[in-house]
């Protein structure tokens, strides 16, 4: 435990953990609400963006009242393992900070940056054993890169997320700058193997979502030529998969953007998770 607060009548957690995937100490938050002792609450994840790190929207995501009303669980990691040892780029979006939720298989990155099979697998088991989440209930979301990851991660397991939502996500890292670097960088030049980390391509290829919720502001620098937001749409309408992907007027990338949302987010995926 690295620190505890109250917060809406419930605890907001900082802690941190050895990982296995990374090799390194991990760091996320959870945040708890207050719950009758005994009951397991479901649990909604949430994945950074570049740069950032469990703290971002832990501190000005502003989800606490709407977890505490509605019940849920909120956990938020890091976005790539961190320390002296680990490997590093000189450019923001590649290295510490930018771990994309892949498993790289590149040297030297190949080493600390499995954050595919950290998210998707140890931290769940962490948390399950840890914290009184009910498995059975989970949803995802995320921003920007981690609205990326958490794409990726509900189409890749299909079944596992009963909601699944987006902040300005990087839909398509096959079509963007950010993508294209990491990718390469990551996994290798071979571009078939980068569709598994594409929500786009995955969706193409046949995965589908069950429900899903995106807000993208129209004043985001980053729309025209890394998120691509219209490509996502095309990819839905092409597999006729519902999907509520909403622009939003005058909004930009920031957390005053996230901010803004998030509690239609929480309370749209307590709709889906206690429903």
């Known amino acids: 435990t690295v620190s505890t607060n109250k ?11 050895t990982s296995a995937a990374t090799g390194t100490p991990m760091t996320f938050s959870v945040f708890v609400p207050d719950h009758t002792p005994g009951t397991r609450l479901p649990v909604l994840w949430y994945l950074s963006g570049l740069t950032c790190t469990h703290a971002n929207v832990t501190e000005k995501g502003e989800y606490r009242q709407a977890c505490a009303e509605h019940g849920i669980i909120f956990v938020a990691p890091d976005t790539s393992p961190r320390g002296d040892d680990v490997p590093d780029d000189e450019g923001y979006d590649f290295g ?14 190949a080493a600390n940056f499995q954050m595919r099979r950290y998210i998707e697998d140890e931290l769940p088991a962490l948390v399950a054993e840890q914290f009184p989440v009910d498995m059975a209930r989970q949803g995802i979301t995320g921003h920007s890169m981690g609205g990326h990851g958490a794409l990726t991660i509900a189409l890749r397991n299909q079944g596992r997320f009963r909601s699944v939502s ?5 839909v398509s890292p096959l079509n963007c700058p950010w993508g294209e670097k990491a990718l390469t960088g990551y996994i290798g030049p071979d571009r078939a193997t ?3 980390y594409d929500a786009c391509a995955l969706i193409d ?9 995106v807000d993208q502001g129209t004043a985001d620098g980053f729309l025209a030529d890394q998120l691509k937001t219209q490509l996502l749409v095309e990819a839905a309408q092409r597999a006729d998969m519902p999907a509520l992907i909403r622009m939003q007027e005058g909004y930009d990338h920031s957390y005053y953007f996230i901010s803004t949302f998030m509690l239609e987010h929480v309370v749209w995926h307590a709709q889906r998770l206690n429903g």
């Open 194 to 196: 980068w569709r598994e």
């Open 7 to 17: 917060a809406h009548g419930g605890v907001q957690g900082v802690y941190s953990h």
């Open 166 to 170: 987006a902040f300005a996500p990087i």
């Open 205 to 213: 290829d046949g995965a589908r979502l069950p429900n899903l919720l």
């Open 96 to 109: 510490k900070g930018a771990g994309f939720y892949v498993d790289a298989t590149q040297d030297p990155w």
